[in-house]
Structure formats: structure tokens, C-alpha cells
């Protein structure tokens, strides 16, 4: 059975695969100074969803990173998080505060 290192492995070769990217520059794909803001801007993301699950408990809010396409008249939804017991829904964007830093 693969663990989770082999599993992303797959992942990551498999969508080198899908997008024509040559594995062997992946890592100066990643360190361009184009590309830097825009993993930032997504990892930061995942941070805020990390921090609200370990935050809300998880008896009365599920918290997840939906996968959507930002669309003309809809607001962009980064984090959204669900009280379980009325359904309401709240919609999180997440911001950098600024250049190499990181504020909660």
C-alpha cells in the first residue's frame, strides 16, 4: 500500500504529465520570480483554511477549500466554512498582508 510521500509523488508526475511540464525543472518552474506571488497568494489559502479547522470546532463548523473558477458577478469564495447544524455558509478571500510576511 503507497504511503502519502509515494502518493504525492504519483500526483505530481502525473500532473507534470497532464500539463506538459518537464519534471526535471520543476523546481525553476516553482522558483520564477512570475510564479512566487501567485503560490503565495494559493498556499496562503490552505494556511487560513489549516488555522480556522484547528481553530472552529469541529462539532459545529466544517471548514474546506472549495475548487472553483472565479466567474464574472460572483464573489470569490477561498475558504468556506459551514455551520453544520443551519447550513449558513460563510465565504472567507484571503489577502497577503504584505511582502514575506504572514498575519492571522
Known sequence: MPNNSDKW???????????????????????DPKVI???????F???AMLLLQNIL?????????PVMNAQFG?????????HQKTQKVIGV??????KGSFKI
Open 9 to 31: 509523488i504519483g500526483q505530481v508526475r502525473q500532473f507534470c504529465l497532464n500539463y506538459n511540464i518537464p519534471l526535471e525543472y520543476m523546481s525553476e518552474i516553482l522558483s
Open 74 to 82: 460572483l464573489h470569490d469564495m477561498d475558504v468556506r466554512i459551514t
Open 57 to 65: 470546532p469541529k462539532s459545529d463548523w466544517v471548514v474546506d477549500k
Open 93 to 98: 478571500e484571503c489577502k497577503l498582508a504584505s
Open 45 to 47: 489559502e490552505f494556511s
Open 37 to 43: 506571488p501567485m503560490i503565495r497568494g494559493k498556499a
